[in-house]
């Protein structure tokens, strides 16, 4: 089951914040958040196993509402490398050999100056 | 810091031909998993190892195989390729022992198929 992104889009301009929420249908046992460059290969950026874990990198947070099966990702203060499609990924269980991530449909973020 | 090594960078093959796509996983990581990705697409699953031996299957054609050898790296064979095959490569490897981490992608294979 695919996670679902939203929203499709966003264009920020420099310092503004956005976040973008991912959702399943399906009990999440682990979110996982990446960025993609045109072009290049996803970039890892945070996981997060447990309902109510929060973490941080650099301006960027991620949450996960377990209860929901909701994770949002925070990016604050802006900035032009920002920039890419982020994708969330769930896994369908907590560990093994079958730790397979689905990823949603990513979003789209484009900061201008 | 080692990272996981696709081979080639890009690739361009007529219908029907063959090609093969190799990936070196991170040292001591055991798992490998591939994954399709078309322009402005999601990466879509196909094929993952653990321990050299097949894990999980996704929707990957009949006419693809995979393999993970004895030192750990992965080929992903594709043959009577179709246009459609075109596309970005991702292997991506982990350690499924010890603590959860997230997945180090390759830089990928682009398959153009003309």
């Known amino acids: 089951q695919q996670p679902v992104q939203s929203p499709q889009a966003v264009i920020l301009r420099e310092g503004e914040d956005a976040v973008i929420n991912c959702s399943s249908s399906k009990a999440l046992y682990s979110v996982h958040w990446y960025r993609q460059k045109h072009g290049e290969a996803p970039v890892f950026l945070m996981i997060l196993l447990k309902g109510g874990e929060q973490k941080g990198h650099e301006k960027i947070s991620a949450s996960f509402n377990e209860k929901k099966q909701q994770s949002s990702l925070y990016l604050t203060a802006s900035q032009l490398s920002y920039s890419g499609t982020y994708f969330c990924?769930?896994?369908?269980?907590?560990?093994?050999?079958?730790?397979?991530?689905?990823f949603g449909k990513g979003t789209l973020l484009t900061v201008n100056p | 810091a080692a990272g996981v090594i696709q081979s080639p960078r890009h690739l361009i093959k007529e219908k029907r031909e063959t090609a093969t796509l190799k990936c070196y996983p991170i040292p001591r990581h055991d798992t490998v998993y591939w994954y399709q990705q078309g322009p402005g697409q999601d990466p879509q699953f196909l094929i993952s190892f653990y321990e050299k031996m097949q894990s999980d299957k996704g929707s990957i054609p009949d006419r693809f195989s995979a393999q993970q050898f004895s030192d750990y790296h992965s080929e992903l064979n594709m043959s009577s390729l179709e246009l459609g095959d075109s596309a970005l490569y991702f292997c991506?490897?982990?350690?499924?022992?010890?603590?959860?981490?997230?997945?180090?992608f390759g830089s990928g294979t682009r398959l153009t198929v003309v």
């Open positions: 990924g769930a896994t369908p269980r907590s560990g093994g050999s079958n730790y397979k991530l689905t």
């Open positions: 991506a490897s982990i350690s499924l022992t010890g603590a959860m981490e997230g997945y180090t």
